[in-house]
């Protein structure tokens, strides 16, 4: 069992903007929380680090924010290839990931 | 660039063992621990610890101690994890990864599986 609850899934149509909430005892410890997309059958990518930071090369339509113990990763302006699985992760000594959410695009 | 070019996907029987390979190349290697993660099928993602590239020191989850063994060979730059006393259950893709606070770049995954 996670440490970090997510939403199972969560959906919207293209263009819309849709937020991943992250909750656990260890948000908001410190800034150690990020997010990762994977594809079915590929590694994850980091997609934002340190609460609301991008990567080189991550769209800006990606961004973090975080209050309280939860986090969140809002996609903007919603593509077909954001179709994917995204994971909250949490750094605070120990290592902890969200169980995952399954974005659909409508 | 950064890469971590994992070895190939492993069929074993249960009860043998596997070794599980991690070769970094584009950066120092010393420089970042290299963290291990499992995926079992359909399901979330795993920490089982990490090694501290510069000491060799392992740490491990709670739920990964007992059969499982993070190494290096620092002249390959190469990471290794060794699970011993394979169970069904233990069954998965398992990927390293580099990590400093966060897990920047990651190994493609190598497949685990365990049937007789």
Known sequence: ?106 | QVQLEQSGSELKAPGASVKVSCRASGYAFNTFSINWVRQAPGRGLEWMGWINTFTANPIYAPDFTGRFVFSLDTSLTTAYLQINNLRPDDTAVYFCAREIKHFDFWGQGTRVTVSS
């Open chain 1, 1 to 106: 069992q996670s440490a970090l609850t997510q939403p199972a899934s969560v959906s919207g149509s293209p263009g819309q903007s849709i937020i991943i909430s992250c909750t656990g005892p260890t948000i908001g410890a410190n800034e150690y929380v990020s997010w990762f997309q994977q594809h079915p059958g590929k590694a994850p990518q980091l997609m934002i680090y340190e609460v609301d930071n991008r990567p080189s090369g991550i769209s800006n339509r990606f961004s973090g924010s975080m209050s309280g113990n939860t986090a969140s990763l809002t996609i903007s302006g919603l593509q077909a290839e954001d179709e994917a699985d995204y994971y909250c992760h949490s750094y605070a000594g120990i290592v902890r990931f969200g169980g995952g959410t399954r974005v659909t695009v409508l």
